[in-house]
């Protein structure tokens, strides 16, 4: 009687600990988002960083360019910078519009580039 008692009890152990292994293994790590590509920023050189000659409405177009397209991204929509609303209708004034979509073209174009990695 022992001995079928202590090999019940080593089987259920044995059972029981290959299931935790399982599971532990299985939620090692989630999945990346695009914001964690997007924090790699410091390992990939600076891909975010509005170019040097761009004035400051400029540098705000971009850095609303890269959060539109970590958007897109994030809920799977096909690249468009055309189907931002930030793009097509800016708040910005009239005479800035231009710099700025500009601006916004452009990180949104270097987001996807760097979310999508090397094609």
């Known amino acids: ?39 790699d920023h410091d390992r990939d050189g600076g891909w975010d960083a509005p ?9 705000q177009g971009f850095h609303d360019g890269i959060e539109g397209a970590r958007k897109d991204f994030d809920n799977h929509r096909p690249p468009n910078v055309n189907n931002r609303e930030e793009f097509r209708h800016p ?11 500009e601006g916004f073209r452009r990180g949104y174009d270097a987001a996807m580039r760097h979310l999508n990695g090397p094609q």
């Open 91 to 101: 708040r910005v004034s009239a005479s800035a519009r231009d710099d700025y979509r």
């Open 1 to 39: 009687m022992k001995l079928t008692w202590i090999a019940f009890s080593g089987l259920a152990l044995s059972l029981g600990t290959g299931g935790f292994v399982i599971a532990t293994a299985s939620s090692a790590q989630p999945a990346p988002s695009s914001s964690d590509f997007i924090q």
């Open 51 to 59: 170019p040097g000659e761009f004035r400051e409405i400029q540098r």
